[in-house]
């Protein structure tokens, strides 16, 4: 990367966000915020990416939810701040939720340490190495040596193999697919610490949130705020390139004539901005192309009873889907039209089958699996099922990865780079995306207003946490 002296960008020519995802969202409210006329370019016919809502077929109408799951945290302070900001925080439900565990042959709860403590399948010697391994990673505050630890590693001699093999292992897999392998122990630690964070917290009880309406609700406030702020916000705009002019950025996209800019902010993955992006150095783009993402493939269904009393199953036998997780165990069935929804989710990466495979199959199949978990489902049962998929959801935690976290402040001038590879040793959800779209707009403005820093300088800046 060259360590040149940027151009001035015209902090009055406004600034293009390219993707309406939370990320773009936050962004873009917070260059608005501080005075800049912002355009939010959206590839999709609504904002929200992985977080927007969709539609079910119900037997009297849609009901409308979250295409993906999403639960807020007590522990999710950015987030919720966010929400007291657009007026909805004090319209969060919290409730007490209940974790199950099916290991192959039985379900049973693991929502409490003795209960984890009580999980089938392990020796009672694995049992208490697993509850050390949980121990130790709640007690490890900076997990920047657990990154160049291989995963495998750091669990086996904390759980030791058999407890790796039965219990988390499968978990690996489940969430990774055939990239397990190559993560780093970070990732459990921040597994284990989201999972935690109440209890460290000193909360009593693990209560899960949801704002009522869902992601919908949330979505609704930040578009009428950005509005509000003269934020010009538009669907179906897919950017396909973006190039620098003389006096700023040229962005095309699918809906009309190019946007001008002084500035652009680009906050898809890094591999679909390297495509989009003109004039990155053969570096940037080499690094941008190579971080993987992990997908997903997700079921909703809607029936008409409830399956069980957890809002979240781990499964850890042959199982063609990753988790249950029973929205209505936390959110009240009367928002669903008295129906209750369930997503089963299938991480895998995009080129794995499971991608390719028809929504059809992939019903028959996720349900068969549905059913040897709850045997009692019938047909007559579910209303509705319906598949989403997403190629690109978190970044493999793969050894070093902070190391390859791309900076906010690229070498092309005026172009910004906002993404969820730059959230460190976290797990991907809306508090860590909140917190990646803030720091990187603090970023940007600091970039504009001291244009004379090197790009080198501002490159370490970027990846600062
Ligand atoms: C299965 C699943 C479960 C989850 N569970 C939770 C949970 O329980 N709690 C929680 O807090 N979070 C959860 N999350 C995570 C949460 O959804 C994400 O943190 C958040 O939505 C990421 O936002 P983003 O803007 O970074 O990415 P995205 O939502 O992917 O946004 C990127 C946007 O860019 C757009 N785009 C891409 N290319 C272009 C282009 N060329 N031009 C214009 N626009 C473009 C896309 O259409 C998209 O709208 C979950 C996610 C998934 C998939």
Sequence with gaps: MSSTRRPEPDPAAGVAVVGGGMLGLVVALRLAQAGRAVTVLEAGSRIGGLAAPWELDGAHGPVTWDRFYHVTLASDGELRALLAEVGLEGLVRWRTTRTGYWDGHRLVSASTPAELMRLPGLSPWARARLGATLLAGMRIRDPAALERIPVRRWL?????????????????????????????????????????????????????????????????????????????????????????????????????????????????????????????????????????????????????????????????????????????????????????LVYLPRYASADEEVFTAGDAELIDRFLGGLRRIHPALTPADVVTARIARAAEVFPIPVLGASERIPPVVTSVPGVYLATSAQIRHGTLNVNETVIAAQRAAAEILAAERDPGRSVAGLGRLGSRR
């Design 156 to 340: 086996e001699r904390w759980s030791g193999p058999t407890a790796f093999a039965r219990f988390w292992r499968p978990l690996l897999e489940a969430k990774l697919g055939s990239s397990w392998p190559d993560a780093n122990a970070a990732f459990i630690w921040a597994t284990i610490r989201r999972l935690t964070a109440a209890r460290r917290a000193g909360l009593r009880r693990e209560e899960l949130g949801y704002v009522p309406g869902g992601y919908a609700t949330v979505l609704r406030a930040l578009e009428d705020r950005l509005r509000r702020l003269g934020v010009d916000v538009r669907t179906g705009s897919a950017v396909t390139r973006v190039a620098t002019t003389p006096d700023g950025v040229r962005v095309h996209h699918a809906a009309g004539a190019p946007v001008g800019a002084g500035a652009v902010v680009v906050t898809t993955t890094p591999g679909r901005a390297a495509a989009l992006v003109d004039g990155l150095s053969p570096d940037e783009r080499r690094a941008w192309t190579a971080i993987r993402y992990q997908g997903v493939v997700c079921a909703s269904l809607l029936l008409r009873r409830p399956l069980s009393p957890y809002y979240l199953t781990y499964l850890v036998g042959e199982t063609p889907v990753t988790a249950v997780v029973e929205m209505t165990a936390l959110v009240d069935p009367a928002e669903l039209g008295g129906y209750h």
